[in-house]
């Protein structure tokens, strides 16, 4: 397994800073398109984004505990090998037209779960984090965020998503 962070003070559900998803799934996607980044036109690399960035979060619904983080990890680990690739990955691509298999990297493992994103590539590679905090902490992220040219168009959820998601 991979390295989980750990509180030496258990905190009660009262106490912890919510993560509610959305700023974990948004630097996950956001990762994840940085590694697409000028290998797609920019009209299909931002439908990608959004379209990634609703399924992830209708994905996750249900599967999101940060009062115990890594409960469900293997459920949140996006996965894309060359032969088999994350059906979440696929919805997104299939949607915005875009082929991405050949562009990502041959083995590509994406963990987002509450206060932490991490990846890995190869199935050897060490775990980079990209972003973690502990709940009663503000976010760090590990690395620069990623930056890629759809930047002029800021990555805003989708309609439906904000207004149908029971977090705010």
């Not at 700023?23 to 697409?36: A, D, K, T």
């Not at 590539?121 to 976010?139: A, D, M, V």
Request: glycine share 6%; hydrophobic share 35%; with cysteine.
């Amino acid at each position: 397994g991979r390295p989980r962070l750990s509180s030496k003070n258990p905190q009660t559900k009262s106490t912890l800073a919510p993560s509610n998803m959305r700023e974990e799934i948004s630097i996950g996607v956001e990762f994840i398109c940085s590694l697409l980044n000028g290998k797609l036109p920019e009209p299909q690399l931002f439908d990608f984004q959004q379209r990634l960035y609703s399924l992830l979060f209708q994905r996750f619904e249900g599967h999101w505990n940060p009062e115990k983080p890594s409960h469900g990890s293997a459920y949140r680990c996006i996965l894309s090998t060359g032969e088999k690739m994350d059906p979440t990955l696929r919805t997104a691509a299939d949607s915005a037209c875009a082929s991405i298999a050949a562009i990502l990297p041959p083995c590509l493992s994406v963990w987002i779960d509450p206060y932490e994103v991490s990846y890995r590539i190869g199935t050897q590679g060490s775990i980079c984090h990209i972003f973690e905090r502990t709940p009663l902490s503000p976010p760090t992220l590990k690395t620069s965020p990623p930056t890629f040219s759809v930047a002029s168009k800021p990555f805003i959820p989708g309609p439906f998503l904000l207004a149908s998601s029971p977090i705010h």
